[in-house]
């Protein structure tokens, strides 16, 4: 069976997506105008970002777990200018956005709280990735004889 770390990240990602789309992890009404962090000059440009950084966070989360809301807020900030000089600070992404992104996971069972580590993924979203991780390297394998040596 394929682990997360066996296939590539933005077909991973994409297919996720897809999968938390249609289940039930509603997105925030502020959605749709709330800026990703400080460092941010726009919202995101894509309608379906919502369910792309829970993809993400799941993934993160899996292959670094546990991680805390601010470990996470680390990962996803970047570097922001200041006013027209000088070199790039960092600037923490959005406690909010990943807030609720982890909650959603957690109801549906995905991830699971550690006490006073930060969450992990459970049982069930572990065989959810793993199956899904297979499916994309059995695909992958079809088009690419040589890397059956990762199943």
């Known amino acids: 069976m394929a682990k997360v770390y066996d296939v590539p990240q933005q077909e991973f990602i994409s ?4 999968i938390l789309k249609n289940e039930d992890i509603p997105a925030p009404v502020w959605a ?10 726009k919202p ?11 993809a993400s966070i799941m993934r993160k ?5 546990p991680l805390t809301v601010n470990d996470l807020r ?9 006013m027209y ?15 609720n992104a982890i909650h959603g996971l957690e109801k ?12 992990v993924v459970s049982r069930q979203g572990m065989q959810k990735l793993d199956k899904l991780a297979t499916e994309i390297l059995g695909e992958l394998i079809q088009t690419t004889p040589k890397l059956k040596i990762y199943s």
Request: glycine share 12%; net charge positive.
């Open 32 to 41: 749709s105008f709330v800026k990703t962090g400080s460092h941010a000059d």
């Open 85 to 99: 000089y000088g070199a790039r600070h960092h600037r923490d992404a959005s406690g909010a956005i990943i807030r």
């Open 15 to 18: 297919r996720l997506t897809e």
């Open 61 to 65: 989360i899996y292959l670094h777990g």
């Open 108 to 119: 549906l069972g995905y991830l699971e709280q550690v006490e006073k580590k930060g969450r």
């Open 44 to 54: 995101p440009q894509q309608p379906d970002w919502w369910y792309t950084r829970c």
């Open 74 to 82: 680390t990962i996803y900030g970047d570097g922001k200018r200041k």
